[in-house]
């Protein structure tokens, strides 16, 4: 019951949001009084990387009866892998003073990573031989995201955009191998639904056609569900990491967007310049 409520809780927000923004003439509270609007859909691929984050070390000491001392040392330490990104989506850019970008779609995640793990024992200060081990993970997500951001325009041709965004991802398939266990504490994985706060940004460039491509950076911030003292990391064997999301998003305008090249009348006259 709890994992459906939160289901809903981060979904329609989302769907509200992208039905629901629609510019209308005044624009709201933060609108310049004009409507200038480029909207259309989009598809971006990339790439993720899950980025280390710190190792684990634990030790165990113990002295019996007949004072002869026993050490146990841990050391688990995360790895990063690199996996694919697509996504599928529509946008809507305005002249809004605050938020004036937003995006919503569908996309894949394929997270992987691991863990190289050793153990060490001293008896009597005498160490044996070390047991090592390594753990690895592919983590194949589905995802709803709905981003809200702020675009500056540093030229007729580039603009910035950054903010901060919605996901909610469902882990479909999942593979966890090997990984060595710190003695009394058990492997953590990251559950089968995630729902994140994450930012992102971007650098458009616009091609004088109806086509913007835009390179992008996201990485959650927060974590909404599960709630765990709002880590933004993923658990996986002893340790986590941090997902990164590097992508290249390819976006077609709609007709009649402003950014859409000017069209000329067949005598070469433009209409905007003629002389009356």
């Given amino acids: 019951m709890k994992f459906k409520l939160t289901i ?20 709201g509270l933060y609108s310049t009084g004009n409507e200038n609007v480029d909207k259309g859909w989009f598809f971006g691929v990339g790439g993720t990387y899950m980025i280390p984050y710190l190792k684990e070390s634990e030790r165990f000491d113990f002295t019996d009866t007949l004072n002869q ?6 050391e ?20 809004k003073r605050f938020i004036n970008y937003i995006d919503y779609g569908l996309s894949y995640k394929w997270f ?3 863990e190289n793990f050793t153990s060490k024992t001293f008896f009597n ?3 044996f031989p070390s047991q090592q081990a390594t753990g690895s993970y592919s983590s194949h997500a ?14 007729d041709k580039r603009f910035f955009v950054n903010g901060l965004g919605l996901n909610a991802d469902y882990f479909f398939i999942k593979s966890r191998s090997g990984g060595g266990i710190i003695s009394g504490q058990p492997h953590e994985f990251v559950s089968d639904f995630v729902g994140e706060i994450h930012y992102f940004f971007g650098v458009g460039f616009k091609t004088g056609k109806r086509l913007i491509i835009m390179p992008m950076l996201e990485t ?3 974590s909404i569900y599960e709630f765990n003292h709002i880590k933004s990391t ?28 000017a069209v000329y009348n067949p005598m070469g006259i433009d209409p905007q310049n003629q002389t009356k």
Wanted: hydrophobic share 40%; glycine share 10%.
């Fill in 234 to 261: 993923h658990d996986y064997f002893n340790t986590r990491a941090r997902p990164l999301i590097f992508k290249v998003r390819f976006m077609f305008l709609k007709k009649g967007s402003k950014s859409c090249p």
């Fill in 125 to 127: 200060n005498t160490q």
């Fill in 76 to 95: 688990a330490k995360p790895t990063g892998k690199l996996g694919l990104f697509l996504e599928l989506g529509k946008f809507k850019m305005n002249d």
């Fill in 220 to 222: 959650p911030i927060f």
């Fill in 8 to 27: 809903a809780l981060l979904i329609i927000p989302i769907a509200f949001v992208a039905q629901s923004y629609k510019p209308g003439k005044t624009g």
């Fill in 69 to 74: 001392t026993f050490t146990q040392d841990y």
């Fill in 142 to 155: 589905a995802s709803l995201n709905l981003n809200l951001g702020y675009r500056f325009d540093a030229t």
């Fill in 112 to 114: 992987r990573g691991g």
